[in-house]
């Protein structure tokens, strides 16, 4: 059984209680390894070495060059460990090995990236129309960032906030989901190996709606980003907004994928699937709505079902494996109570909508790729985040009809649309509220593109230049060269 310690102001630490609680790997549902149960206790320790660490610690003295070589450090320290935190990531979350292996790379790219820009974020001189008055901008870290992290994609959901946030000059306090923990505090391995100052770095593991809260309620931490449920993050926003907190939110979706007639059919069979089964269907981008126009239904959807059929299941740290298990059992349970609720509301069950029968996948979280048909955008299996791998098919006739049901969500995340008509591809990303449209393609990501939702998909952006918008903040300074002050009574 593998041991994890807390990572706090730079020292490996049992949480305050002396509790801990194990890690279940998904595929073996048996567990591997064993993590402390933080409490507040933990999370005011990492908040004052994250305090100590921004207000007078090295970090703060720091050149924004250097802070970029620690950065830097840190991706090629991450490149030398790909197979070992895959591996890790894959035993702890249950996601394919194919998948973490792929993540791991990006994240080189992303530390490098944002490693490179760590000295290039600077304000502006402003040319006023008053001679005798200098003023310009700066553009400085917010402080202490709170960032609470999902367990569907830990190290690269954790990376979209770390990378830049460390390149602005900020300091971190972690809190990783309590059911995918250890390749998070693995990483912090690293960070410690790389060279970061004591408490700029910090992890603290434990129940979300425990230690969570406090944090976001912590008066020592400036900033919360969260990613995670669109419940969880509504809860959040509120109680930040009570302690006037900047919150950025990357929340759940409803995506729809829409493939019209004149589509590479082909293509899009391949860009549905990679937006329901990939992941399992565990992730924010998923295209879980499938916008079919009526003249293709049964052709695109015999393809689909073939395709779909064929998946194979089986044991994520298999590199031939397609599919693997859901991370955890209450996702399982939530998958096919939503099956249940399909079915209740008319919904009829194409493909799947059960377990595996297959002796080999009792052991795990396994749920079948699901098709759903005889769905109308308003049942709940239509507007709800499933976050499993069971996809709904609507059918549309015209295109005005297929942005008006991809509209008609609460969400706005991703869409993807399919068309050989460039024009119909344009006309459709800019017809559709949401922070992301896939035109010919499906669930791509970059650290240069900006990535995050409208309406209640969240607010604030992660990845590109607009990153730098939620982790500084803008001073204006003005310098008077009037040898006598002006007029107090006027405003200047
Ligand atoms: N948009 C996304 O990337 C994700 C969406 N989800 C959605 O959320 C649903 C619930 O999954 P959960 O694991 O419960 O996600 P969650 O949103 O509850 O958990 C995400 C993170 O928030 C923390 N958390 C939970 N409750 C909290 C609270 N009251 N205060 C502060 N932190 C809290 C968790 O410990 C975890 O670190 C999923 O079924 C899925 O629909 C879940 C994970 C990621
Ligand atoms: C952005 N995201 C939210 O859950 C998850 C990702 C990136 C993606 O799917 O595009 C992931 O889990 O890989």
């Known amino acids: 059984m593998e041991q994890y310690q807390l990572y706090i102001g730079g020292q490996w630490v049992e949480a305050q209680s002396g509790e801990r609680s194990e890690s279940i790997n998904p595929y073996t549902n048996e567990a591997w390894a064993s993590v402390p149960v933080g409490a507040e206790a933990d999370i005011d320790l990492a908040v004052q070495a994250a305090r100590r660490a921004f207000d007078e ?13 620690l950065l830097i450090r840190l991706a090629h320290l ?3 460990n790909i197979e070992r935190l895959a591996q890790i990531e894959t035993r702890d979350n249950g996601k394919l090995i194919r998948e973490t292996t792929a993540h791991l790379k990006s994240l080189v790219d992303y530390y490098i990236y944002f490693g490179g820009m760590a ?15 200098l003023n310009y901008t700066l553009r400085e870290p917010i402080g202490v960032v709170g960032a609470i992290t999902p367990w569907n994609s830990p190290l690269l959901l954790t990376t979209w906030k770390a990378a830049p946030a460390l390149a602005a000059g900020n300091v971190m306090v972690i809190k990783p989901s ?3 923990p250890c390749s998070i505090l693995e990483f912090a391995k690293l960070v410690e190996e790389a060279g970061f100052p004591p408490g700029v770095f910090n992890v603290v593991t434990g129940p979300g709606s425990r230690i969570g809260n406090y944090l976001v309620q912590h008066p020592g931490v400036d900033k919360i980003s969260f990613t995670g449920g669109t419940d969880t993050g509504r ?14 939110l990357e929340l759940g979706g409803k995506s729809p994928n829409i493939v019209f007639e004149d589509a590479n059919l082909d293509n899009a069979v391949m860009g549905v699937m990679a937006g329901i089964y990939a992941a399992c269907g565990q992730t ?14 049964d052709e695109f959807l015999n393809k689909l079902a073939e395709r779909s059929r064929q998946i194979k299941l089986g044991d994520p740290s298999d590199w031939h494996t ?10 399982l349970e939530k998958v096919a109570y939503y099956v249940d609720i399909a079915k209740q509301e008319g919904a009829e069950v194409l493909l799947g909508g059960k377990r595996p029968e297959a002796a080999e996948l009792q052991q795990g979280l396994f749920y079948e790729p699901t098709i759903l048909t005889n769905v109308t955008n308003d049942m709940r299996v239509a507007r709800e985040e499933i976050f499993g791998p069971v996809l709904s098919v609507i059918p549309f006739e015209t295109e005005d009809e297929a942005i008006r049901i991809a509209n008609d969500s609460d969400f706005g995340l991703v869409a993807g649309v399919w068309t050989n008509h460039i024009s119909r591809g344009h006309r459709m990303a800019h017809a559709i509220r949401s922070g992301t449209v896939w ?35 803008v001073k204006s300074v003005w310098v008077e060269t009037e040898e006598k002050m002006r007029d107090p009574f006027v405003v200047g």
């Open 284 to 297: 924010c981008s998923a295209g879980s709505r499938l916008l079919l126009q009526r003249s293709i239904y």
């Open 119 to 133: 000295d290039k974020i600077h304000g502006d001189v402003i040319p006023l129309n008053k001679t005798s008055v």
């Open 322 to 331: 397609e599919v693997g298990p859901l991370a955890n059992r209450s996702q």
């Open 78 to 80: 991450i490149e030398n």
């Open 178 to 180: 309590s059911t995918t």
């Open 57 to 69: 610690g090295p970090w703060s003295k720091m050149s924004n060059s250097e802070r970029g070589r």
């Open 235 to 248: 809860s959040l926003a509120s109680l930040a907004g009570k302690h006037i907190k900047r919150i950025t």
């Open 439 to 473: 035109v010919n393609t499906f669930r791509n990501a970059n650290y240069a593109s900006p990535f995050g939702g409208y309406k209640a998909s969240g607010y604030g952006r992660e990845n590109g230049l607009e990153v730098l918008k939620d982790y500084t903040q």
